[in-house]
């Protein structure tokens, strides 16, 4: 320390003397130290260039950090050769910290720092230094740059960043074995001196670990370190910077060390002989008790199996492990009667499931106990001698028939009458009844096979010392078959059979069911009724396999004659009684082809003499109904398209009135004739004859007495009524012509007879043949009336 300070006050006085020695420069550096030769222009003299010497040179200063003095701290001083000591030169300082840590002297060029410094916060400054005329205020050097470094002093501790740790190691580990490593770091610069050098120690946990001073790499100091005797540690590791020498500065960390288990334990029981009491009526699969060994070992290795040892209670007992406890769970795997044996012992074996080699040499890793049960005795409920039972009885057997018996016993020491009952929750209990002190079954109901073949019910057994205690058990009765009922035949009982059959044909295979229930090899016997032997048209063969065919006798049937026979077959069955039947097959007689297939029968025999099948048939009846349909359709739509066209008249159906596209007289016509006199209601009322068909005969309408002055007329519409109604193309109704008063200012003059004379003869129609074409029709039909009238005179 002493010396160190000596350094730093050498240092001081060298600066502050005005001395400038540069230090000697690092490799990297050697350019900024060497002097180079700069071409400058000074101002005031020739314009020409010329080579001017470099006035300064320096690489780097240096201040010490932590600096705690009342006066700035010197770090050195600028000079040029340009500067003749006549203040005409100014030094300026630029760069990091320029003016706020460093200051210079713009005269002298000395540099200060004003403030303590931290390596650690920042190791350097860079700055740039330059030195100008003081009247011009032009630069008389080319601007240097230079470096201040912060000098290193131990201030900063070593620290564990990481810590506190948690590390463990297998217990029972040999000397030597790796547990963890740790690190300190230190600020300091580790450049300089040994500030930062640090050399690792243990302040507690010794002597079970040791760590290596330079690597901080924790070792086990001790062999067999018993996980179960001590399982945690603490350490203190410590960090001591200077190499650990007297002054250094020291950082400290806690590892906490944990001994993890390794299978170095056999489990043991804690007693060598272990009571149970169990009562005889413990279910089977139910636990009866629980034995346990202590392993001191952890987790997996702590895992402990059970078996018993074969001997006394193998076969009676088993053990299983409770993988939450670690116990073993003994458990009933048949069940116990005190009245049979009323103890067991035998011996329990412990051991663990996961070995370690390492330490087989310390003996076997299990253990063994003797376990002994005794059985309580327990108030039991009888016990059947079965349990079950099966009883035939044959059907229809009498009421009150006994047809078995149960039996249970009271297996306890002081032994107790039984007593038993159907349980009524069954199906058979109103169909069975039993004897209550005996156990004797008898049937309460007649039974029939082929209502009921089987009853299941169950009887109940209680001990008259405690009616609770109950047992029970099932019962199958077995209804036996007997033969009460005839065989029938179990096919259809019509059949065919084709006109060119040939006699002993087989046209059916007839076989046989009964409803008993037949014991096995009964035979069915096929044969033709007596009645029906007498005059054979078919026969019966019987095949001795329950089967039988239909055989022909005759050589071709003919339908024209008789179409259906009846053939009486009698079966007979081989149980006894013998119950045999009668069943009558239908035979019928139908048109087949040569290879046998029946082609038609009944009435396709009729309808297709010519061989159409029963789908031809159906689908000419399907034509004929279409064509039919179509017919009729169209007669309605005809009768329908005229009854539309009958009912097109504007305003009345009973008039066609003919118009004439003539010109009237316009609205001064107001003499024209008023012919709604034609048009009496009263005249149309009386005169009701039908107009939408053609009358039979003719009938005319009729006639009414004439109206004066309207004779004219009167004939017209007569006459046109009398050639329609002799008209055959005329249609079924009248067409009424209407003649009007034409109206003033025609070049016929009006027609109407209003103004003609009062006698037809005085009336000259020659005229209308003079108006033209159009006047044609009715100068024809007065020029013919004028003629009628002329041969009238004559």
Known sequence: MLTRNCLFLLLWVLFDGGLLIPLQPQPQQTLATESRENVIHLPGRQSHFHRVKRGWVWNQFFVLEEYMGSEPQYVGKLHSDLDKGEGAVKYTLSGDGAGTVFTIDETTGDIHAIRSLDREEKPFYTLRAQAVDIETRKPLEPESEFI?????????????????????????SPVG??????????????????????????????????????????????????????????????????????????????????????????????????????????????????????????????????????????NLFDIVTDEDTQEGVIKLKKPLDFETKKAYTFKVEASNLHLDHRFHSMGPFKDTATLKISVLDVDEPPVFSKPLYTMEVYEDTPVGTIIGAVTAQDLDVG??????????????????????????????????????????????????????????????????????????????????????????????????????????????????????????????????????????????????QQELYFLPVVIEDSSYPIQSSTNTMTIRVCRCDSDGTILSCNVEAI??????????????????????????????????????????????????????????????????????????????????????????????????PAVEDNTDIRDFINQRLQENDLDPTAPPYDSLATYAYEGNGSVAESLSSIDSLTTEADQDYDFLTDWGPRFKVLADMFGEEESHLGESES
């Open 607 to 704: 309808f297709l003499p010519v061989g159409l099948s029963t789908g031809a048939l159906i689908a000419i009846l399907l034509c004929i109904v279409i064509l039919l349909a179509i017919v009729v359709l169209y007669v309605a739509l005809r009768r329908q398209k005229k009854k539309d066209t009958l009912m097109t008249s504007k305003e009345d159906i009973r008039d066609n009135v003919i118009h004439y596209d003539d010109e009237g007289g316009g609205e001064e016509d107001t003499q024209a004739f008023d012919i709604g006199a034609l048009r009496n209601p009263k005249v149309i009322e009386d005169n009701k004859i039908r107009r939408d068909i053609k009358p039979d005969s003719l009938c005319l309408p009729r006639q009414r």
């Open 177 to 314: 074995a790796y547990v963890l490593q740790v690190k300190a770091t230190d600020a300091d610069d580790p450049t300089y001196g040994n500030s930062a050098r640090v050399v690792y120690s243990i302040l507690q946990g010794q002597p079970y670990f040791s760590i290596d001073p330079k690597t901080g790499v924790i070792r086990t100091a001790l062999p067999n370190m018993d996980r179960e005797v001590k399982e945690q540690y603490q350490v203190l590791i410590q960090a001591k910077d200077m190499g650990g020498q007297l002054g250094g500065l020291a950082g400290t960390t806690i590892v906490n060390i944990t001994l993890t288990d390794v299978n170095d334990n056999p489990p043991r029981f804690p007693k060598s002989i272990f009571h149970l009491k169990v009562p005889e009526s413990s279910p089977v699969g139910s636990a009866i008790g629980r034995i346990r060994a202590v392993d001191p070992d952890f987790g997996k290795n702590a895992e402990i199996e059970y078996n018993i040892v074969p001997g006394d209670g193998g």
């Open 415 to 560: 032994s107790s009458a039984v007593r038993y009952f159907i349980d009524w929750k069954s199906d058979g209990d109103s169909y069975f009844t039993i004897d209550g002190n005996e156990g004797t079954i008898a049937t309460n109901e007649l039974l029939d096979r082929e209502s009921t073949s089987q009853y299941n019910f169950s009887i109940i057994a209680s001990k008259v010392s405690n009616p609770l205690l109950t047992s029970k058990v099932n019962v199958l009765i077995n209804v036996l078959d007997v033969n009460e009922f005839p065989p029938e035949i179990s096919v259809p009982y019509d059949t065919a059979v084709c006109e060119n059959a040939k006699p002993g044909q087989i046209i059916q295979i007839v076989s046989a069911a009964d409803r008993d229930l037949s014991p096995a090899g009964q035979q069915f016997a096929f044969r033709v009724s007596p009645e029906a032997a007498i005059k054979p048209n078919f026969t019966v063969r019987d095949f001795r396999n329950n089967t039988a065919g239909i055989e022909t006798r005759r050589n071709g049937y003919s339908r024209r």
């Open 148 to 172: 201040i470094k912060v000098q290193d002093i131990n201030d900063n501790e070593p620290k564990f960043l990481d810590g506190p740790y948690v590390a463990s190691v297998p217990e029972m």
